[in-house]
């Protein structure tokens, strides 16, 4: 049975912010991906957080009042808590209480498949936990299950502080090693001289059906909030023959908490080493220029956002009137898809390719007829452009990537 939640969106004026019914609706989006059911909302504005409750009492006995009439399971807030916040709210409330980085931590527990994806959530899990082990209350008794009662493992809550520093410490050294592993592969990529490029874009976006159709992959797939959180890579080639590496990673979002960028910093390097950025963005969302800022914030924090970057404009297929497709040309370098259909994903391999051209050396070449590897090198890695043969040789005009060009530097015609 779904748990019944009640989600209280807290209003404390500040500006640049997202509107609190954008605020809501993605709540309740959380909600959802943790299999709860959100019954209603409560809208608290907040001038100055009180540092009992952040919210007025004004407002607690409201939440009281519903929660009695609605029988309501669990209090998810919008906004963080601090542990003396939620231990009061859940003495006065009597029920359940969860704060939006909470909500996000369940989510990544129930994703998790991997043994790095396991390790960062539990690292950023003990790391949120850690200063609120002082004075907790109903939340340290839950063994009922249900929204904000994954924890990391098998740890219990009551552990004491040196226990989970001890584990924290040894999670980043575990995942430092992952991280120097993956170091060691991008460094043979970038030697082989392959321009490797990363999907980045906010959570359900379509990045993971957009790998699929790129690399003929078939990682799995799911209309939700965070289904990928394990790094993934697939080679493939652009229609000039240029080989190419393609990763994803997990999706980014408003507000994502610290804690959780840091934890996955590892897997967020292949978004900071990539040559080229697809910035993969839904279009049908009725927000989607808010998710984009969004994800230009994630970028920033990560050194990322003067990175050369395509905006792929995709989920062209649900939008009713394709004529909007115009008034999204001041993007950076926009090309409108659909990744689930295919359509115009050919115009996106073509801006690609565009892009890494610069990367790519125009030749003309005499090859010996006794070398016929070398070219079947130049079809299988360039573009050919025209071939003349003749007894002893055959001329060919290519694209090559450089690392091929050297293999073949002593043929070059001057």
Known sequence: MSERALLVGVDLGRKNDWPMDQILAELRELVIACQGNPLDSIICRVARPTPNFLIGSGKVQEIINF???????????????????????????????????????????????????????????????????VGKGMELSRPGGGIGTLGPGETKLETDRRKISARITKLKQDLKALSAERQLKRKKRKGLKLPSISLVGYTNAGKSTLLNRLTRSSEPVHDGLFTTLDSVSRGFFLPNHQKVVLSDTVGFMHQLPHHLIEAFQATLEEVQEADLLLHVLDVSHPNFRSLQEAVKDVLKELGALDKPRITVLNKMDRLSDKALVHEFENFDEPVAISALTG???????????ELLMGGLVKLELSIPLQRMDLMNLIHREGQVHSLKYSSRTVRVRATLPPRIAGQVGEYIIS
Do not use: W
């Open 67 to 133: 929660c009695q009439g609605q029988d309501v399971d669990t209090v998810i807030f919008s906004h963080d808590l601090k542990g003396s916040q939620q231990r009061n709210l859940e003495e006065s409330i009597q029920r359940k209480t969860v704060d939006r980085t909470q909500l996000i931590l369940d989510i990544f527990s129930r994703r998790a498949k991997s043994q790095e994806g396991k390790m960062q959530v539990e690292l950023v899990q003990l790391q949120y936990l850690l200063p609120r082990l």
């Open 343 to 353: 359509e115009n994903v050919p115009r996106l391999l073509e801006k690609i390719s």
